[in-house]
């Protein structure tokens, strides 16, 4: 059984080069997904660069009874879930976030926030390839910079997919925050923010592609 202590503190903090705090996320996923999608810059506001807090998150997500594989004739939307976890604050779903360090690279940063908040572990496709076969191209969901609701400060949000290995039940933030698995309606409408259902959207889409594609006869 795991069940370790979260990183506490800053001091370790990787920050970029106009001051702001780089945070690594992930997009968990129990199946593999489909082709590479550059995301692109969405909600800005009128700041300058220096202003800016670097933030990602991730998309936990598997497909439910019947779902699964790459059956092209299941709708993506209605069969898949997706992981959120509560704020401690109570202020509607999250995906899980957290910070990159300087001990640690962007992939094991994403790993450990994944197991602190989620309580997930599995493999984060943060390269080009994946390690699925048919090698598929993978990547980050987008980059999206948003103002946070809660300080007084501006975030730039960055989205990775993740393949779930395994769901512990035991992790170090079970007591602060609440997980659990909703379809993809139930967290678009539960989402604070709307650069989060747009990094929703696009995942179903990736999926929808990728099953499309590995479903087609070769030429």
């Not at 670097?54 to 497909?63: A, D, G, L, V």
């Not at 949000?157 to 779930?164: A, E, K, L, Q, S």
């Amino acid at each position: 059984m795991v069940c370790m202590v979260s990183r506490q503190g800053r001091q370790l903090q990787r920050y970029s080069k106009t001051g702001s705090r780089i945070v690594v996320g992930y997009v968990a996923t129990l199946v593999w997904f489909g082709r590479w999608v550059d995301g692109e810059m969405g909600g800005v506001v009128g700041v300058s660069d220096a202003e800016w807090r670097s933030c990602c998150r991730c998309i936990p997500y598997k497909f439910n009874a019947g779902g699964g594989g790459n059956n092209r004739d299941v709708d993506v939307g209605t069969s898949m879930e997706v992981l959120v976890v509560s704020s401690p604050k109570g202020n509607g779903l999250l995906f899980p976030k957290g910070g990159w360090e300087t001990d640690e690279t962007i992939e094991q940063a994403a790993l450990r926030e994944a197991l602190e908040e989620a309580g997930v572990q599995g493999n984060v496709e943060v390269g080009s390839q994946s390690f699925h076969l048919p090698p598929i191209r993978t990547g980050k969901l987008g980059k999206w910079r948003y103002k946070s609701r809660t300080f007084d400060a501006y975030h730039e949000g960055i989205m990775f997919p993740m393949n779930v290995t395994q769901e512990l039940g035991c992790w170090p933030e079970m007591h602060l925050r609440e997980r659990k698995w909703v379809t993809v309606a139930e967290a678009k409408e539960g989402c604070q923010h709307p650069w989060m259902k747009e990094a929703l959207e696009r995942l179903v889409r990736r999926v929808s592609s990728s099953r499309r594609n590995s479903a087609a006869p070769a030429s």
